[in-house]
């Protein structure tokens, strides 16, 4: 039987995942399938790697033009595999992290430098005008 909302009815019931685990790489899984060749490229070279290079950019480039028609496939390539085994199962380390303050900022948006703020461990709630700098933080 549906519960009786009043006023709230068109407010989306959000499922509790309380205690679900997220998994950035489970989710790398289940969406990389959907994305043209060429982003699976770029995941791929980014999981692999943390980052690209120049030579990776013109690869990808290389793959972008491919995929749309506007250059001929070049041979196959085993440093390509965009295969799902190539995303890890889960991250090396479960350890979690836990962020306490921030300290000695500078040139962050329109933050006064060497401002500090501190995180509680339960909630922090930062308070202010608009313009005030809250949004610097996030």
Same mark, same amino acid.
Not at 30 to 57: H, I, N, Y
């Given at each position: 039987?549906?519960?009786?909302?009043?006023?709230?009815?068109?407010?989306? @019931?959000?499922?509790?995942? !309380?205690?679900?685990?997220?998994?950035?790489? *489970?989710?790398? $899984? *289940?969406?990389?399938?959907?994305?043209?060749?060429?982003? $699976?490229?770029?995941?791929?070279?980014?999981?692999?790697?943390?980052?690209?290079?120049?030579?990776?950019? @013109?690869?990808?480039? @290389? *793959?972008?033009?491919?995929?749309?028609?506007? *250059? @001929?496939?070049?041979?196959?390539?085993? !440093?390509?595999?965009?295969?799902?085994?190539?995303?890890?199962? =889960?991250?090396? =380390?479960?350890?979690?992290?836990?962020?306490?303050?921030? $300290?000695?900022?500078?040139?962050? #948006?329109?933050?006064?430098? #060497?401002?500090?703020?501190?995180?509680?461990?339960?909630?922090?709630?930062?308070?202010?005008?608009?313009? !005030?700098?809250? =949004?610097?933080?996030?």
């Amino acid at each position: 039987m549906a519960e009786d909302r009043g006023a709230n009815d068109d407010v989306p @019931e959000v499922a509790d995942n !309380s205690s679900a685990t997220f998994s950035l790489f *489970a989710e790398l $899984r *289940a969406w990389s399938p959907v994305l043209p060749r060429w982003e $699976r490229l770029a995941l791929r070279m980014l999981l692999d790697k943390g980052s690209v290079d120049e030579q990776d950019v @013109e690869v990808i480039y @290389e *793959a972008l033009l491919v995929d749309n028609g506007l *250059a @001929e496939p070049q041979e196959a390539d085993a !440093s390509k595999d965009l295969s799902l085994d190539r995303i890890p199962e =889960s991250a090396e =380390s479960e350890q979690k992290v836990v962020l306490k303050g921030i $300290r000695h900022l500078q040139g962050v #948006n329109a933050l006064a430098e #060497n401002q500090s703020i501190e995180i509680g461990p339960q909630l922090t709630v930062v308070y202010g005008p608009t313009g !005030s700098g809250k =949004s610097g933080y996030a």
